[in-house]
């Protein structure tokens, strides 16, 4: 679940970091929702797909590299064209939504409103801290943010290696 899954929890958070920490002017514009809403549209179809029964066994390792990435850009606040960024969080997001999926059960609609819901508020809790990060000139909000980006790198390399073994 996005609140209660550390992985989640951190790759939500992050996506919307990244989004508003990278964009090119220090303030919300449609390059800085792009990630998300890319994000938050595709988990949803793997979220239907998922709930469809239909799985693949790249899904754990997909959502480690994920974490491993979106870790990355924060820490580097690396600016990606805005739509090779939306791709790479679509792309992720897709194996986000296949876990959600594959989890689903009772209320498959209201679940997936649930967890699209969940995610966008976690999207914008990130964007949130992003701007006010962007707006504060002191040190320790330049360090913050790339600390915090390391954090969900490692997390996503800590996962990485149970994740893959599973697959292999």
Excluded: C
């Excluded at 090119?24 to 179809?45: C, E, S, V, W």
């Excluded at 209320?107 to 997936?112: D, V």
């Excluded at 969940?118 to 701007?131: D, P």
Aim: hydrophobic share 60%.
């Amino acid at each position: 679940p996005p609140f209660t899954g550390l992985d989640h929890l951190a790759a939500m958070l992050s996506v919307g970091l990244w989004s508003t920490l990278s964009a090119k002017a220090q303030r919300m514009n449609l390059q800085a929702l792009t990630g998300p809403a890319a994000f938050a549209g595709t988990m949803l179809i793997g979220g239907i797909v998922g709930a469809m029964g239909i799985h693949t066994p790249a899904v754990e390792p997909m959502i480690a590299a994920s974490l491993l990435v979106i870790g990355l850009l924060v820490a580097t606040r690396l600016h990606l064209p805005t739509l090779l960024g939306a791709a790479l969080m679509a792309m992720f997001a897709l194996y986000h939504g296949l876990a959600h999926g594959a989890e689903l059960s009772g209320h498959m609609g209201a679940a997936l409103a649930g967890m699209v819901a969940s995610t966008l508020t976690l999207h914008g809790a990130g964007m949130w801290l992003g701007l006010r990060l962007q707006k504060s000139a002191s040190a320790p909000s330049k360090w913050l943010a790339r600390a915090a980006g390391g954090a969900v790198a490692i997390l996503g390399a800590s996962l990485m290696v149970p994740a893959m073994a599973h697959v292999l």
